[in-house]
């Protein structure tokens, strides 16, 4: 079944890649697609009709049950095998995106790139299924506070519903203690795909989510959640089937909605795992009713986090631009809303190389991260930022899932500045910008005071004083201005070395013309200095060894003097 | 009053934004263009209420320009020229061919600003 569905995001795939022109764009990204893309398909054809099918025919025997955890295995194994090759594709159509493409190109591009995607969740879902059927997946044990859980569930829902006349009603139990014991990502991934499924089939009418406190007994605390809707109804005789992999209840559904198929499989194994129990009542045209009954541990004392949320003192973030690296749609959606509404200017994306763009392109202030991205990941982003000595300080979260990803012992000396669990509530994530931003500024400030004594030293300065002034103070033009200083100085040093190497004086003259009224605007006195010694060179003796060693000059200095420049910028825009 | 339109050629892109900052502020519609030939392009849909020019431009010079919009084009529309401080036999062709003002650099943008509307009320308000 599975084999089937791989291979009809295959097929589309192949079409697209078949009407596809590599030879007019003749990059080296579409020869290493079309190679990641023959690995991929290579790869998966061994694994799938390689199979030992055989073997699987012998039932009524104990060995059967030892051939469903091998197939389990062998699941998680394939789907590794095949992600990684996928992600590969992904990260190439990315780039292929980028690179100029007639309209039909384009199209064609982001055909491949949705039926891509598509491939990708149906394996990571079957990926997950497998890990939680062969009794893999540890399931934690973290205070958590159930209230702020189902508030966000229930946030991300109401985004889903876009425009259709459907209404969530959340229902509350006061009773339910505030802080349990449990695994809060399983629950609200529980909660999320029963919810979510409902707004996807209900056209018109009302959603309940009803959360009531259901038994407590000793330590434990069973908590009920109702998922009610008001949809079209499942048919008796489809009901039975429904949390059977790939099922959907009619044929025409998948058409209609879409889906894997898999969702409420992976949904009733996290609950069964836990010991909790599912169950589901419907009646068609009606509506669908399913029930979870999930036990809890209470929390004896609870720790300082009591007072640490409830404290007066509102944390203001405002006017922070904020980079948001995610690739799940929910949580892009979600983020961007939380950080409008704390005044923040949020920069959204799923694609790292994009976003290392936006770091160059932008004035950012913090980076959210999720680890696992489609292409380049979590680490190797870290990585590429803090290589780059103008972003040693950009304070950088990262978001996720796995609690264990946490214990990572390298994660401080990576340059990851703090972490948050998946799922966190509003309050914690604004907790963590402020905290971090806060760090970071401190940092600013100290090593302000150092390189400010050491420049007494460096002869390089600068003065954004009267440029500031003709920009009337708005700190973001001057920003704007710099970046567009940066990229002249690199286009100077790109532009000079070409001509140096072909003996065009006249090109170097002119080039270092060009630049000298940059460096004046911003009173960059020692450059000015080589600059006009580079132009009189040119004009009079047209010595050309003489000109390398004043642009070897130029590009040893320059680095002082563009970090000179943003210590400025900082001082200013912090007002320190 | 409708905005006066201005169109400013400058292939720095830092000046470039700078200055068309200011002149809006000061209620200008300003087109900004980074070379000669889509400067010449612009100009041929539509000839605005004022040309601000650098000289040195790649494809087309603002000397080129100047005579592009006299000649060419037959018209009068103010041109400011925006020099390196060190071409004064360039300044002399450029007024002799036309050009109203020129400013030169490094470009003080309140400077710029008052030779513009100088340049505006002497030619749409006597």
């Known amino acids: 079944m599975d084999t089937r569905e791989l291979l009809t995001h295959l097929e589309k795939l192949e079409y697209g890649l078949d009407s596809f022109s590599f030879s007019e764009l003749k990059s080296a990204e579409a020869s290493k697609l079309k190679e990641s893309f023959e690995a991929f398909k290579n790869g998966l054809e061994e694994k799938v009709f390689g199979l030992p099918i055989s073997d699987a025919i012998q039932t009524e025997n104990p060995v059967n049950e030892k051939y469903d955890f091998q197939e389990g295995q062998l699941v998680a194994n394939v789907s590794h095998e095949i992600r990684t090759p996928l992600n590969g594709i992904i990260g190439f159509l990315d780039l292929l995106q980028e690179t100029h493409l007639n309209p039909q190109q384009k199209e064609l591009v982001n055909a491949m790139g949705s039926a891509s995607k598509n491939l990708l969740g149906v394996i990571n879902q079957l990926l997950e299924l497998s890990v939680l059927a062969a009794g893999q997946e540890k399931f934690e044990k973290v205070s958590f506070n159930p209230a702020n859980l189902v508030n966000e569930v229930s946030f991300l829902c109401k985004t889903l519903i876009n425009g259709k006349q459907v209404e969530l009603l959340v229902h509350y139990d006061e009773n339910i203690p505030k802080y349990l014991l449990g695994d809060p990502s399983k629950l609200s991934q529980v909660l999320l795909n029963l919810t979510g499924n409902a707004i996807k089939f209900v056209e018109k009418g009302e959603i309940r989510l009803h959360v009531h406190l259901k038994e407590e007994k000793n330590k434990k605390v069973f908590l009920e959640f109702v998922v009610s809707d008001t949809g079209i109804g499942i048919a008796n005789e489809h009901l039975k089937h429904i949390f059977e992999s790939y099922r959907q209840a009619e044929p025409e559904t998948k058409l209609k909605y879409g889906g894997s198929g898999l969702g409420l499989s992976i949904v009733k194994e996290i609950i069964e795992k836990q010991h909790g129990c599912l169950a589901v009542s419907s009646t068609l045209g009606v509506g669908t009713t399913f029930k979870v009954i999930l036990p809890f541990e209470k929390v004896q004392i609870h720790q300082d986090n009591e007072n640490k949320t409830d404290k007066t003192k509102p944390v203001d973030i405002s006017g922070k631009s904020i980079l948001v690296l995610e690739d799940d749609a929910l949580t892009q959606k979600l983020m961007g809303n939380r950080l409008e509404q704390w005044g923040c200017k949020a920069y959204i994306t799923e694609n790292g190389l994009f976003g290392l763009q936006l770091l160059e392109s932008h004035h950012i202030d913090l980076l959210l991260l999720d680890m696992h991205l489609p292409g380049m990941d979590g680490f190797e982003i870290v990585q590429r930022i803090r290589k780059n000595p103008k972003f040693k300080n950009l304070p950088i979260i990262v978001l996720s899932g796995d609690a264990y990803t946490r214990q990572h012992q390298n994660f401080e000396k990576l340059g990851i500045s703090d972490f948050i669990l998946k799922p966190y509530n509003s309050e914690e994530l604004l907790e963590k910008i402020d905290n971090n931003s806060k760090q970071m500024e401190q940092k600013i400030e100290e090593i302000l005071v150092e390189e400010v004594e050491k420049q007494n030293e460096v002869v390089q300065t600068v003065d954004l004083n009267p440029i500031l002034e003709e920009c009337l103070e708005k700190t973001e033009l001057l920003d704007e201005l710099i970046r567009l200083f940066e990229q002249n100085i690199l286009e100077f040093i790109g532009k000079t070395k070409m001509h140096l190497q072909s003996r065009n004086i006249q090109g170097v003259g002119f080039a270092a013309h060009k630049i000298k009224s940059s460096l004046k605007m911003l009173h960059a006195n020692g450059l000015i200095k080589i600059c006009e010694e580079m132009i009189l060179e040119c004009r009079t003796s047209n010595d050309l060894e003489r000109l390398k060693t004043l642009f070897e000059d130029f590009v040893t200095k320059y680095p002082k003097v563009e970090m000179a420049i943003n210590l400025e910028l900082k001082r200013i825009k912090y007002k320190l | ?126």
């Open chain 2, 1 to 126: 009053m409708p905005k006066r339109k201005v169109l400013l050629a400058e292939d720095d892109h830092m000046l470039g934004s700078l200055l068309k900052f200011r002149l809006e502020r000061d209620g200008y519609e300003v087109v900004l263009e980074y070379d000669g030939k889509a400067v010449k392009e612009k100009l041929q849909g539509e000839i605005p209420d004022l040309v601000i020019s650098d000289i040195m431009m790649p494809y087309f010079s603002g000397i080129e320009l100047v005579d592009h919009l006299r000649n060419i084009l037959k018209s009068d529309v103010p041109i400011i020229l925006i020099s390196a401080a060190s071409n004064d036999e360039n300044i002399v062709s450029a007024f002799e061919m036309g050009a109203n003002d020129f400013i030169s650099k490094p470009v003080s943008p309140s400077e710029l600003l008052v030779r513009v509307s100088r340049e505006i009320k002497r030619h749409y308000c006597t």
